[in-house]
């Protein structure tokens, strides 16, 4: 799933995100609650209306975005100023529920704490006991039907209370169950060792969703430990940055050995820049700081994202994800 932060992926159309095949794109309730506001969405049609993207939008509740603000917490709910204009605004899992209710996202995150790690074992076990019992407020007050609501399972790398966040958030009835508090800091050994000690204590009849996750390995390591679903905006911010990813590995078009270089970024790939343009153009408009370098660059990016996925899919449907992992950690290892 691309990330569309303020309701759109920096650099590109809802209609080019379209036609690349994605079906979900994410928002973030705490930069669209601040800017444009709430009541401007409701008074565009809701989310679609106002973003033009017809297909589905996930909503993260903002937990992630609070806590790296340094927010302060409480029973209640999470407290936080404004990255725009330094007011104050307090969140509760109620109306993190409403925003998003209000806003129209099809899938809606409850409000969770997020923790930076490393962490201490009492930091991490009092954001998991808030994160439990906001998600059962976060529940009550959920009233649209037509929109499913995703739990967020907590605990940090601590593998005990990972597996007991994972059972008792499974419990709540959520239409869908997350795995929230990874890649923050934690080495990749124990963000693996944390999905391990979950998995088995998650439904399978519900989508399971590892968020903020989305470098080549890390997707195919989850992929093979059973996860469904994945974002991150790291295609689209490198892609900003000169960086192409590939099935051979990263890129750096910036480096002057691609000046004259006549080849597509990569030979099969399908999406314009690799159709249409040289290496070397590429490298040159990301050099001059040119925004079309952005954009040939995050469509090419979020292609091959979109291209990994479908190999996962096929892989496992041929029995051969093993092999695919081991070709992505071969070419990603460095």
């Known amino acids: 799933m691309p990330v569309g932060t303020r309701g759109t992926i920096k650099a590109v ?74 007011s104050i605004h307090e969140v509760t899992p109620e109306r993190a529920t409403l925003l ?35 998600a059962k407020r976060a529940r009550s007050a959920k009233t649209r039907n037509d929109q499913a609501q995703f739990g967020i399972v907590q605990g940090g790398v601590e593998q005990d209370l990972r597996r007991e966040s994972a059972q008792f958030i499974s419990s709540i009835g959520f239409e869908g169950l997350a795995i929230g508090g990874l890649a923050v800091g934690e080495s990749r050994e124990a963000m693996l060792e944390s999905i391990d000690s979950v998995m088995k204590d998650l439904p399978t009849d519900v989508p399971r969703y590892l968020m903020g996750v989305g470098d080549p390995i890390g997707v195919i390591e989850a992929i093979s430990r059973g996860v469904d679903m994945f974002d ?15 099935f051979e590995g990263k ?49 090419h990016n979020l292609t091959f994202m979109y291209r990994l ?21 071969a070419a990603w290892s460095n």
Not at 107 to 112: E, G, K, Q
Not at 232 to 246: E, I, K
Not at 310 to 327: D, K, P
């Open 251 to 299: 890129l750096h078009l910036k480096n002057l050995k691609f000046a004259r270089d006549s080849r597509p970024i990569e030979d099969d790939c399908p999406c314009v820049a690799c159709q249409r343009f040289p290496r070397a153009l590429i490298r040159h408009l990301v050099t001059v700081g040119e925004p079309s370098g952005g954009t040939l660059l995050t469509l």
């Open 100 to 134: 998003q209710e209000n806003i129209g996202a099809d899938i809606a995150m409850v409000l969770d704490v997020c923790t930076n790690l490393p962490a201490g074992r009492d930091e991490v076990a009092r954001a998991m006991e808030l994160t439990h019992s906001w």
């Open 13 to 86: 159309l809802a209609t080019q995100i379209e036609q690349i095949g994605f079906e979900v794109v994410l928002g973030n309730t705490y930069h669209l609650m601040l800017r444009p506001g709430v009541e401007t969405i409701q008074s565009l049609g809701g989310l679609h209306g106002f973003t033009g993207w017809k297909r589905n939008m996930l909503t993260d509740s903002g937990g992630y975005q609070v806590m790296s603000l340094g927010a302060t917490y409480s029973d209640k709910g999470a407290v936080f100023r404004s990255i725009y204009d330094g």
């Open 232 to 246: 991150c905006v790291a295609p689209s911010r490198v892609a900003r940055h000169g960086q192409a990813m590939t």
């Open 309 to 329: 996925v479908e190999r996962a899919r096929q892989s496992i449907r041929s029995g051969t994800l093993n092999a695919l992992a081991g070709s992505i950690r």
